[in-house]
């Protein structure tokens, strides 16, 4: 999930601004893209979606940022359809061993193989939301969680 899922112009009261929602997929489809410098395809992979799927998803978010910059909108980070990974994979950079914590656990301080304060998130799991094509800013799947 993003760190803040709320974004406005400076000095204009909330009540006075159209909203625009930009779905949690639609944020990892810009992440991924713009952010990470992923290529359609391979962002498409990490999503769990089609090259096309994505390219649906990457225009749509592409609008809608455009919308509230050019117009001065409020932007909401909300809803769509996903799913959170179970699990998150962690690598030590001192001893290069690689474990897997439940999502909700916190952030390990040390290595459980060498106590090393070294570690990251492993570069394969660097992604959080999984999608499931194309949103329109509510889950509608079992499986998926609304947050």
């Known amino acids: 999930m993003p760190g803040s899922n709320y974004y406005k112009p400076r000095g204009i009261p909330l009540?006075?601004?159209?909203?625009?929602?930009?779905?949690?997929?639609?944020?990892?489809a810009i992440r991924l893209a713009d952010l990470e410098g992923l290529y359609h395809e391979r962002a498409a992979e990490k999503m769990n979606v089609s090259r096309q799927t994505f390219g649906r998803i990457i225009e749509s978010a592409h609008k809608k940022v455009a919308e509230t910059l050019v117009k001065g909108k409020a932007l909401k980070i909300e809803g769509?359809?996903?799913?959170?990974?179970?699990?998150?994979?962690?690598?030590?950079?001192a001893c290069q061993h690689s474990w897997e914590l439940s999502h909700g656990t916190g952030r390990p301080k040390n290595?459980?193989?060498c106590q090393s304060d070294n570690i990251h998130r492993a570069e394969e799991d660097r992604g959080y939301a999984r999608g499931f094509g194309r949103s329109q800013g509510r889950c509608e799947r079992g499986a998926a969680q609304k947050r």
């Open 111 to 113: 290595c459980p193989a």
């Open 15 to 28: 009540s006075m601004l159209e909203e625009v929602i930009l779905a949690v997929d639609e944020f990892e």
């Open 80 to 93: 769509g359809e996903f799913e959170m990974a179970a699990m998150k994979k962690f690598r030590c950079n």
